[in-house]
């Protein structure tokens, strides 16, 4: 059963760079579809980014689109979300998402990391 395990959140001042990490072990994350998702306070979850196997496709969130970079690096089975000039509005609890399935416009993502709490401050 596949596993995901996220690092890197923290508290930071608005403007600021963050790196979350989530790295994947007990299957072929090579082929997996990955994403990211948050949830702020009394919000929903929703949809951050996604990233195709090979990661030559990814897909953005308009909110966070020009400053969330996605990427994968396949020989260490973990998936990235750099994050610049971090908003208040960005406070959130940052989930990673594993869909083997493969399929890319309607992603099932039937595995989920632990969260990582994000907080920026102003």
């Known amino acids: 059963q596949v596993q995901l395990v996220q690092s890197g959140g923290r508290l930071v001042q608005a403007g600021d760079s963050l790196t979350l990490s989530c790295a994947a072990s007990?299957?072929?994350?090579?082929?997996?579809?990955m994403g990211w998702f948050r949830q702020a306070p009394g919000k929903e979850r929703e949809f951050v980014a996604r990233i195709s196997w090979g990661g030559d496709n990814t897909v953005y969130a308009d909110s966070v689109k020009g400053r969330f970079t996605i990427s994968r690096d396949n020989a260490k089975n973990t998936v990235y979300l750099q994050m610049n000039s971090l908003r208040p509005e960005d406070t959130a609890v940052y989930y990673c998402?594993?869909?083997?399935?493969?399929?890319?416009?309607?992603?099932?993502?039937?595995?989920w990391g632990q969260g990582t709490q994000v907080t920026v401050s102003s």
């Open positions: 007990g299957g072929t994350f090579s082929t997996y579809i």
């Open positions: 998402a594993a869909d083997p399935s493969g399929s890319w416009y309607s992603p099932d993502y039937g595995y």
